[in-house]
C-alpha cells in the first residue's frame, strides 16, 4: 500500500513525479485530452470523439509518461511545472500529487509497459465549451466565443465555427463521464466560462442526485456573473462541501475592464458581496494572468483589494502569460526590465512586506521578476505595441491613457 508520506517521499526525491497521469485526464472545448492543463496541444493524447477514456488513459504518450516518472525521468510535456518551481512558484506537479496521495496505490497496479488494468478518472478537468461573454486581450478564440468578431476583422485563425465542445454528439460525452461519476473527488471546470454553459450545471445536478456532495469543486471564472438563465451558482454550491473558485481578474476598475473586455467591474465587486454574504465557505482565489499588459497595475490592484479586506494576501495567486507570447513579461528590452525589477523591488520592501501574512504574495512577486528576466523574448516586443494599437482602434479604447505608468516604456 502506497501511504501519503511515501508520495511525499517521491516528490522530494523526484523532480518528474507526478500522480495526474494515473488519475486524471484534461477535456478541451475542441475534443482534444492532454495529461493536464499545464500542457497544450503539442502533447495531446487523443480526441473524445474516437477515444474512451480507458483508451485515453493508456495512450501511448501517457503511457511513456508513468514509465519515465517511474524511473524518475523528466517528461517533456512537464516543462511549465519546471518553470514554476525553478522560478520559485508552487506547481501543478507537486499540488495537485499532494492532494490525491491518497489515491497512489494506483502506481503500484502500474504493469511494466506503462499500462493500467484498470482507470478510475479520479480527477477531472474539463471545458464543456468556449463559450464566453468577454473577449480578454491575452486570450483567444479557441478559449473564448467573445474573440469571433475581432479574431475574424483580424483574420486570425478562429476554428471556422464559433462555438466549440468536445463531441459532436452530447451523447458520446456523457457515455464516458457517467461511467466515471462514482469515481470522481474533483473536477475543474473551465472554459470559455464555466458558469454560462449547461452541461456544467447537468454535472453537477448528476453529483447531487448521487449524493457526490463531496466532491470538491474547482472553477477558473472571470467573476462576470453568478447567474445563468434559471441556474443560479450559489443555490448550487451550498450543496457542496468544498468549492473554490479561481477568479480571473487582471486589473481594478476601468484597467480591468479594458483587459476583460465585457467586465463591468461593478458586477465582480457585487459578485464577491454576495459570495461572501450567501456562500462563506466557498472560497475566492484571485488568480490574476500576469501579462506585459497589467505587470505594473497589479501591484495597485492587490494592495488596494488587500487594504479593502476584499481579498487576504495568502488568497493572491498568478498565472503567467506563455500565449499568445506577444503577452509574455518576457518581451520587455533589458532597460525596461531593470525599471521594472526596480519598481517591483521597491513596493516588495516598502508595502508588501508590511502587510501581516503577506510572505506567500511577496514570494510570488519576487518570482514574476524572476521568470522576466529568466529569458529574451524582446524581438516581440514590437508586435506586443502594435496589437494594443490596434485593439485599442478596434474596441475604441486607449490602453496609454488607462496604464499611463506604462507609457514611457511604450515609446
Not at 458586477?267 to 465557505?281: F, G, M, Q, T, V
Not at 494572468?289 to 497589479?298: A, C, E, P, Q, R
Request: net charge negative; charged share 30%.
Amino acid at each position: 500500500m502506497t501511504t501519503k508520506s511515501e508520495i511525499e517521499k517521491r516528490l522530494k526525491s523526484s523532480k518528474s513525479f507526478c500522480l495526474l497521469p494515473w488519475l486524471h485526464l484534461n477535456i478541451n472545448s475542441n475534443g482534444s485530452v492532454n495529461p493536464c492543463c499545464e500542457t497544450t496541444d503539442l502533447f495531446k493524447i487523443g480526441n473524445l470523439e474516437n477515444k474512451t477514456f480507458e483508451e485515453l488513459a493508456n495512450s501511448p504518450r501517457l503511457v511513456e509518461m508513468r514509465k519515465k516518472m517511474l524511473k524518475g525521468e523528466s517528461c517533456e510535456e512537464c516543462h511549465y511545472c519546471k518553470v514554476l518551481e525553478d522560478n520559485g512558484f508552487p506547481s501543478k506537479r507537486v499540488l495537485e500529487t499532494r492532494e490525491l496521495s491518497e489515491f497512489g496505490d494506483i502506481v503500484e497496479e502500474t504493469n511494466p509497459d506503462g499500462t493500467l488494468n484498470e482507470f478510475k478518472l479520479r480527477y477531472l478537468d474539463i471545458r464543456f465549451s468556449n463559450q464566453c461573454n468577454l473577449s480578454c486581450r491575452t486570450c483567444r478564440p479557441v478559449a473564448s466565443t467573445g474573440w469571433y468578431s475581432d479574431a475574424k476583422f483580424l483574420g486570425m485563425d478562429h476554428f471556422g465555427y464559433k462555438v466549440q465542445k468536445p463531441t459532436k454528439d452530447n451523447i458520446i460525452l456523457w457515455e464516458q463521464i457517467d461511467k466515471h461519476l462514482n469515481h470522481f473527488e474533483k473536477i475543474y471546470f473551465a472554459g470559455g466560462e464555466p458558469v454560462l454553459q449547461d452541461d456544467h450545471y447537468i454535472l453537477l445536478d448528476k453529483l447531487i442526485d448521487q449524493n457526490k456532495n463531496d466532491v470538491s469543486l474547482f472553477y477558473t471564472t472571470n467573476f462576470s456573473t453568478l447567474i445563468y438563465r434559471n441556474y443560479d451558482c450559489v443555490e448550487y454550491w451550498n450543496k457542496f462541501k468544498s468549492v473554490t473558485l479561481g477568479v480571473s481578474l487582471d486589473g481594478m476598475g476601468a484597467q480591468g475592464e479594458l483587459i476583460r473586455k465585457g467586465l463591468k467591474w461593478s458586477d465582480a465587486e457585487s459578485n464577491l458581496k454576495r459570495l461572501k454574504k450567501e456562500c462563506p465557505h466557498v472560497k475566492v482565489i484571485i488568480t490574476s494572468t500576469v501579462s506585459s499588459l497589467n505587470i505594473l497595475h497589479l501591484l495597485d490592484f492587490y494592495e488596494a483589494w488587500i487594504n479593502e479586506e476584499k481579498i487576504e494576501p495568502e488568497n493572491i495567486s498568478i498565472d503567467l502569460v506563455r500565449q499568445p507570447e506577444i503577452y509574455s513579461i518576457q518581451i520587455f528590452p533589458k532597460e525596461v526590465k531593470e525599471e521594472i525589477s526596480k519598481i517591483y523591488s521597491d513596493r516588495i520592501e516598502n508595502v508588501f512586506k508590511n502587510i501581516p501574512n503577506s510572505e506567500s504574495l511577496v514570494a510570488k512577486l519576487e518570482s514574476i521578476i524572476q521568470f522576466m528576466n529568466e529569458d529574451d523574448l524582446s524581438d516581440k516586443f514590437s508586435s506586443f505595441k502594435k496589437m494594443t494599437h490596434v485593439l485599442d482602434n478596434l474596441r475604441g479604447e486607449s490602453y496609454k491613457e488607462l496604464f499611463p505608468e506604462m507609457e514611457n516604456f511604450l515609446k
